[in-house]
């Protein structure tokens, strides 16, 4: 079962706002009318005790409405667990993902409630996976709704003009990436001007399309375009499945790399 954080932050701060609000405008002036206006010996009124519960959801509800805000309609963190973006994101990237960029959605629900702007060619975007709204993706946007795409024999076709691309050196993977060390990196240059390097097995065959993206979906795939399960193979990314653009990397953890590699925190995405 995966644990929807959002639903839970949603339930903590409303139960924790309701316990305050209601015990301050009910029990609260209950207690008072009923405890001592003074102690013997006192001179100034005796607050009376509040109970356990409401203190915590006094204290608490202040932090989970500010995380609340923050991950709902500013910035949410998410971790890189697979290779499908290398060798642009790496196994243990730690991203941090625009959620106004986009629009901004109710939590939860995820209905858009102010329209802002839409994914252009080239934007890293992190998504929940149509065969699964369970499960978050990234990948990267190839095409926008009414663009005619070809991939064929590792070639992207984009409208009609053949994408640009050309050789950028070696992908030298390390730790958990060392899973695609020696592979050749590729320069591709994307109608818009967005450039970006992708990585290919010489000896794997592609995986061939020829789709047009209909109106409010997107066509995404993997910049490891040989190792991504991406829309060649599950169809489009609808506008209501979308999280967020991604940013920025703010961490990278890689035991089996040794720890943190400082070399990869504050990059732009």
């Known amino acids: 079962m995966t644990l929807d954080f959002s639903a839970l932050l949603v339930v903590l701060t409303l139960g924790s706002g309701l316990i305050w609000a209601v015990d301050a405008w009910f029990f609260k ?21 509040e109970p356990l519960l409401v203190d915590y959801a006094r204290s608490f509800f202040p932090v989970f409405f500010i995380v609340l805000i923050l991950r709902s309609f500013l ?8 290779a499908s973006m290398m060798p642009t994101l790496l196994i243990g990237d730690f991203i941090l993902v625009n959620k106004f960029d986009y629009g901004i959605r109710l939590p939860v629900i995820n209905t858009k409630i102010i329209d802002i702007g839409t ?9 929940r996976y149509p065969e699964d709204p369970s499960i978050p993706f990234i990948k990267r946007v190839i095409g926008v709704p009414g663009d005619h795409i070809v991939y064929k024999n590792k070639t992207l076709y984009i409208n009609g003009v053949e994408v640009k691309e050309k050789g950028d050196g070696t992908f030298y993977g390390a730790g958990a990436s060392f899973v695609d060390h020696g592979l050749p990196r590729r320069l591709e240059t994307l109608p818009n001007g ?4 992708i990585l290919l097995y010489p000896f794997r065959g592609s995986k061939d399309v020829d789709v ?11 910049d490891n375009r040989d190792d991504s399960k991406d829309s060649r193979y599950w169809g489009f990314v609808p506008d209501a499945n979308l ?21 990869r925190i504050g990059n732009i995405l």
Request: glycine share 10%; no cysteine; hydrophobic share 35%.
């Open 29 to 49: 002036p209950a207690r008072k009318k009923a405890s001592p206006a003074v102690q013997e010996g006192e001179t100034v009124p005796v607050e009376p005790q």
């Open 75 to 82: 910035y949410e963190p998410f971790r890189i667990p697979s």
């Open 119 to 127: 994914p252009k060619r080239g934007d890293v975007v992190v998504f």
């Open 194 to 197: 967005v450039t970006h390097d």
């Open 212 to 222: 047009t993206v209909p109106p409010g979906n997107y066509f995404v795939m993997g």
């Open 243 to 263: 999280i967020g653009h991604a940013s920025l990397i703010w961490m990278n953890w890689d035991i089996k790399n040794g720890g943190i590699s400082w070399r």
